[in-house]
């Protein structure tokens, strides 16, 4: 039985078509994912379905009754619920006063049944297998539990369709585990979930059916057993997609990077980095895994001269490079790709010549006599848009225009160009569809080959996996432990990212 279905929906934005005659359903009881590139309409289509946004055209049937659906709270009183990435909690308050919050259960026109609220909510708790105390505070619980109690707030609300927009994002291994395993429980329940994602593992593990996105336009509806994570990526992305990573033999050279009882310390006086010492080689990916927050962002910071180092060293072929300005580190051949592409990487309102020589504009190859030359900065730059497929009008576009897959090309082309002795890539396909990480992957792959020393810093333990020759696990600013590539697994690194380090018979402490 089919609980909802969209017929013929479409959505404009101007002359920007987002949604075309978007046909799609789901069933009672029914796990159905929807996949698709950045902007292929999927976020679109969920916010027709929620109340957010209104159709240019096409009807919305819930039970098999056409509706509008003016907004959220009309979506709710449908019983359509929807966990956005960003979570809408208020992290002051409790498990319990989150949830109640605007729906708040009444002994009379005047008093708060409190008593009430708390037994309903265990009961929801208990059936449904979630395990929340609802008198935690919403800050001191772990982004996995914090995503319960959305969940939780949307079914004591009574709703019986969810809208999932990327839930294991910001998850740990373990957390994506019983995420996963709720959901599973959710659906024995007779809920219908709608699963946002660009996870094709987990796809293929929890789904029934999958729906296909690409360009604002439905492109197919399959049956999960029937399909395979190489077809959803083709019909993803319209092309033959190279799945298996092959990082080819490892040869490593000198140490081109070190640090040495690096400590750092942020505003508020946490350290945030703790007697951090490691090495990195030429022709090497060293993988960061850990859960975001525990030093990776400080780490970045001070290999870069962003932020000071209170004690430790740097070094760079030999050379003691600790707290010298960030102008200073990228003389001495360490290059930079920040986790926030705009914020950090780039000047939105600064052309695509221009971000393309950021940082690199005081060389002589840019300028004739002691001024810059605006032929040769062009020349540079078209240069480098034909050598990675940058896709932009001209090289005096806007990067604020460009689409992320563009954009992170621009600052990738920029860091590479001058063959640096290290790249530390943070976060490098963060947001980014299918095609464009398949790109930033053979980059980084490249740069390997050519004899460049790589930090990978990644929540993605998929790319630190499938890309690094080892693997360093920070947790509270420490490495709790470093694993070649060949002795790697999710679970593994999922228990040192909790801070366990022995979690074998064999304790997996650095040995390098």
């Known amino acids: 039985m089919e609980i909802l279905k969209t017929v013929n929906l479409s959505k404009k934005f101007g002359d920007i078509v987002a949604n075309n005659n978007i046909n799609f359903s789901i069933k009672k009881g029914e796990i159905h994912a929807v996949v698709g590139e950045n902007g292929a309409g999927k976020s679109t289509l969920m916010n027709l379905i929620y109340g957010l946004h209104q159709p240019s055209s096409g009807e ?38 989150n949830i109640l919050l605007g729906v708040e259960p009444r002994k009379n026109r005047y008093f708060f049944d409190d008593e009430k609220a708390i037994e309903e909510i265990r009961a929801l708790d208990k059936k449904y297998s979630l395990e929340i105390d609802p008198f935690a505070v919403i800050c001191d619980l772990s982004v996995g539990i914090q995503q319960r109690v959305e969940i939780l707030k949307m079914l004591y609300r009574e709703v019986d369709i969810l809208i999932l927009d990327e839930p294991t994002a910001v998850l740990t291994p373990q957390e994506i585990d019983g995420f996963l395993q709720s959901l599973k429980n959710l659906k024995k329940r007779g809920k219908s979930i709608i699963f946002v994602t660009h996870k094709l593992e987990e796809v293929l593990q929890v789904s029934d059916r999958v729906t296909v996105m690409r360009g604002g336009e439905k492109i197919k509806t399959l049956i999960t057993e029937e399909t395979d994570k190489r077809e959803l990526a083709n019909l993803m992305v319209g092309r033959d997609i190279l799945l298996d990573v092959n990082i080819g033999d490892f040869n490593p050279g000198r140490t081109v990077l070190e640090t040495k009882g690096l400590e750092t310390y942020d505003k508020r006086g946490i350290k945030k980095l703790d007697g951090l010492s490691f090495k990195v080689r030429r022709g090497e990916i060293v993988g960061i895994a850990g859960v975001q927050g525990n030093g990776q962002e400080e780490l970045l910071r001070v290999l870069t001269g962003m932020q000071e180092a209170t004690a430790g060293k740097v070094i760079i072929n030999g050379q003691d490079i600790s707290n010298l300005k ?33 940082g690199y ?41 460009l689409s992320g897959g563009n954009a992170q090309k621009v600052i990738i082309a920029r860091e590479l160009a001058f063959r640096p002795n290290v790249l530390i890539a943070s976060q490098p396909t963060r947001g980014l569809d299918i095609g464009a990480i398949d790109f930033v992957h053979e980059q980084l792959l490249k740069a390997r080959s050519q004899g460049i020393g790589i930090i990978l810093i990644s929540t993605e333990l998929e790319e630190i ?21 060949d002795e790697a697994e999710k679970e593994k690194l999922g228990i040192l990212m909790t801070g366990e380090k022995d979690c074998s018979e064999n304790k997996m402490v650095a040995r390098f």
């Open 361 to 401: 504009h005081h060389r002589k190859s840019f300028k004739t006599g002691k001024f810059l030359s605006l032929k040769k900065i062009k020349n540079y730059a078209e240069d480098l848009i034909e050598k990675y497929n940058i896709k932009t009008v001209g090289v005096e576009s806007k990067v604020g225009s």
């Open 465 to 485: 996996l499938s890309l690094s020759d080892r693997i360093l696990v920070l947790y509270e600013g420490k490495i709790v432990g470093s694993l070649r590539a």
């Open 60 to 97: 919305i049937y819930v039970s098999g009754q056409r509706r509008e659906i003016a907004n959220p709270r009309v979506a709710i009183s449908l019983g359509i619920g929807m966990v956005h990435q960003e979570f809408k909690l208020i992290s002051s308050l409790t498990v319990l006063e």
């Open 326 to 358: 960030p102008a200073e580190i990228r003389e001495k051949g360490v290059a930079n790709i920040p986790s926030d592409r705009f914020g950090c990487g780039l000047a939105a309102e600064g052309t695509v010549s221009e971000n393309l020589i950021c």
